[in-house]
């Protein structure tokens, strides 16, 4: 007669005080010393179905949810199987289990449950095994190739366009500014969809282009938007290697933007999309503002019709027959003549009405709004003004006492003029 071994999820293990007696499922009985086992059947809806019908039940869709508009997300669910990977009587730890990992009987020796030494090349292969049951993950990039949201395209490069002939574009480097899934509806083949990407290219230098491309597939569309972009490289002036000639504005649709000149230093305070364009012509310092719409085709495409319409200085001061002069904090706002036209006007040549004021003419007579600054709160209070009359003796006061020392000769009040000391009386 054959014996079975049970496990102790089917056994329930109950005690009798006095009785010798235990049940089995085969009807075979055991004389155990107080105790008695019952058989449990444990069923439920993992364990009565097999793999197929409850992937099905979790991925399939009913005609009449189907035709609501329901389970739309369901055909991505991949069947897995869950099994993959799990070897009865395999673990992190080397042991040998009879019956399991090896035979119950070797030859006329009967093997006995043991720990096994560890095997470093066994602990590889578990390892590579549990790796292939796990999700794909994608391989973490550095900072630097990182785009402007985590692993998505938009922000990364991709490397000069393809070569054109003998041509090559040496020193260039692509961006990424936008990557988009498109639907097509037509009428013979229904909902369509395609990828358009679009890019800027250029060396640093002062040439730069920008290109959009559409495919079935996002690679080719980022290809074919480079090499269009490679195609259509534009040159652009930079003044002193750092920055734009003047101030401007510019717009392409609803789209303004305002973009100022900058000292060297102070870096691109601008939009993400700007930032990459100035960076592929080799500007470093600008200040822009984008109003109005904030359709990311729109800002590129205003921004180099902004860099294009811009004139150098020399044209500026043909433009208006006046020596273009510049002034700066640095040099202490010493005149310093830029550019000079071919024929000067004189003063009586020029119009009363005519702009003169520099920033307004370049700007084409557009003002930035400014918000008003209203006063702090504690400023309008009473007792502000007792503690700046209380504490201005110790405002800067190593550098008031040198400009007194300077202008007056010695170290007065600054309310001397206002409230004149009484002379002293000699003794």
Same mark, same amino acid.
């Given at each position: 007669?054959?014996?079975?071994?049970?496990?102790?999820?089917?056994?329930?293990?109950?005690?009798?005080?006095?009785?010798?007696?235990?049940?089995?499922?085969?009807?075979?009985?055991?004389?155990?010393?107080?105790?008695?086992?019952?058989?449990?059947?444990?069923?439920?809806?993992?364990?009565?179905?097999?793999?197929?019908?409850?992937?099905?039940?979790?991925?399939?869709?009913?005609?009449?949810?189907?035709?609501? +508009? @329901?389970?739309? #997300? /369901?055909?991505?669910?991949?069947?897995? &199987?869950?099994?993959? %990977?799990?070897?009865?009587? !395999?673990?992190?730890?080397?042991?040998?289990?009879?019956?399991?990992?090896?035979?119950?009987?070797?030859?006329?020796?009967?093997?006995?449950?043991?720990?096994?030494?560890?095997?470093?090349?066994?602990?590889?292969?578990?390892?590579?095994?549990?790796?292939?049951?796990?999700?794909?993950?994608?391989?973490?990039?550095?900072?630097?190739?990182?785009?402007?949201?985590?692993?998505?395209?938009? +922000? @990364?490069?991709? #490397? /000069?366009?393809?070569?054109?002939?003998? &041509?090559?574009?040496? %020193?260039?480097?692509?961006? !990424?500014?936008?990557?988009?899934?498109?639907?097509?509806?037509?009428?013979?083949?229904?909902?369509?969809?395609?990828?358009?990407?679009?890019?800027?290219?250029?060396?640093?230098?002062?040439?730069?282009?920008?290109?959009?491309?559409?495919?079935?597939?996002?690679?080719?569309?980022?290809?074919?938007?480079?090499?269009?972009?490679?195609?259509?490289?534009?040159?652009?002036?930079?003044?002193?290697?750092?920055?734009?000639?003047?101030?401007?504005?510019?717009?392409?649709?609803?789209?303004?933007?305002?973009?100022?000149?900058?000292?060297?230093?102070?870096?691109?305070?601008?939009?993400?999309?700007?930032?990459?364009?100035?960076?592929?012509?080799?500007?470093?310092?600008?200040?822009?503002?984008?109003?109005?719409?904030?359709?990311?085709?729109?800002?590129?495409?205003?921004?180099?019709?902004?860099?294009?319409?811009?004139?150098?200085?020399?044209?500026?001061?043909?433009?208006?027959?006046?020596?273009?002069?510049?002034?700066?904090?640095?040099?202490?706002?010493?005149?310093?003549?830029?550019?000079?036209?071919?024929?000067?006007?004189?003063?009586?040549?020029?119009?009363?009405?005519?702009?003169?004021?520099?920033?307004?003419?370049?700007?084409?007579?557009?003002?930035?709004?400014?918000?008003?600054?209203?006063?702090?709160?504690?400023?309008?209070?009473?007792?502000?003004?007792?503690?700046?009359?209380?504490?201005?003796?110790?405002?800067?006061?190593?550098?008031?006492?040198?400009?007194?020392?300077?202008?007056?000769?010695?170290?007065?009040?600054?309310?001397?003029?206002?409230?004149?000391?009484?002379?002293?009386?000699?003794?």
């Amino acid at each position: 007669m054959a014996l079975k071994l049970l496990s102790l999820k089917h056994l329930i293990v109950k005690p009798v005080n006095g009785l010798l007696r235990h049940s089995v499922q085969n009807n075979i009985t055991f004389n155990l010393k107080g105790f008695s086992t019952t058989t449990v059947t444990c069923v439920n809806f993992f364990n009565k179905l097999p793999a197929e019908k409850l992937w099905k039940s979790v991925t399939s869709v009913s005609n009449a949810g189907a035709k609501k +508009g @329901r389970g739309k #997300g /369901a055909g991505r669910i991949r069947i897995r &199987d869950l099994n993959r %990977g799990q070897v009865i009587g !395999v673990g992190k730890v080397n042991m040998l289990w009879p019956g399991l990992s090896a035979p119950v009987i070797r030859g006329r020796e009967l093997l006995k449950q043991q720990r096994l030494p560890d095997d470093p090349e066994r602990m590889e292969k578990l390892i590579k095994l549990r790796d292939s049951m796990t999700k794909f993950r994608r391989l973490k990039l550095s900072p630097i190739e990182r785009g402007w949201s985590g692993s998505r395209m938009p +922000g @990364r490069s991709i #490397g /000069a366009p393809d070569p054109v002939g003998e &041509d090559e574009f040496v %020193g260039f480097d692509t961006k !990424v500014l936008q990557l988009r899934s498109l639907l097509l509806m037509k009428g013979s083949l229904g909902r369509t969809r395609n990828f358009q990407a679009m890019v800027v290219t250029g060396n640093g230098q002062g040439l730069a282009g920008f290109g959009l491309g559409t495919a079935k597939e996002a690679p080719a569309a980022l290809r074919k938007a480079k090499n269009r972009a490679g195609q259509k490289l534009m040159h652009f002036e930079i003044y002193n290697n750092h920055t734009i000639f003047h101030d401007f504005f510019t717009a392409f649709g609803k789209t303004k933007i305002f973009v100022k000149k900058k000292n060297e230093g102070y870096g691109l305070v601008c939009h993400r999309a700007i930032r990459e364009i100035c960076k592929a012509i080799g500007i470093k310092d600008i200040w822009a503002k984008v109003e109005g719409s904030r359709n990311l085709q729109h800002i590129v495409k205003a921004f180099f019709i902004g860099l294009l319409q811009q004139r150098n200085h020399q044209q500026l001061a043909e433009e208006k027959k006046l020596h273009l002069v510049e002034y700066r904090a640095e040099n202490s706002y010493f005149p310093k003549v830029v550019a000079s036209p071919s024929v000067v006007r004189t003063k009586d040549e020029i119009p009363k009405d005519e702009t003169l004021d520099f920033t307004q003419y370049v700007m084409n007579d557009r003002v930035i709004l400014r918000r008003k600054k209203f006063p702090r709160f504690y400023e309008t209070m009473p007792h502000y003004k007792i503690y700046l009359k209380k504490y201005e003796k110790y405002r800067n006061h190593e550098k008031i006492r040198l400009n007194l020392k300077v202008e007056y000769g010695e170290v007065k009040s600054f309310l001397t003029d206002k409230y004149p000391e009484e002379p002293q009386k000699e003794a």
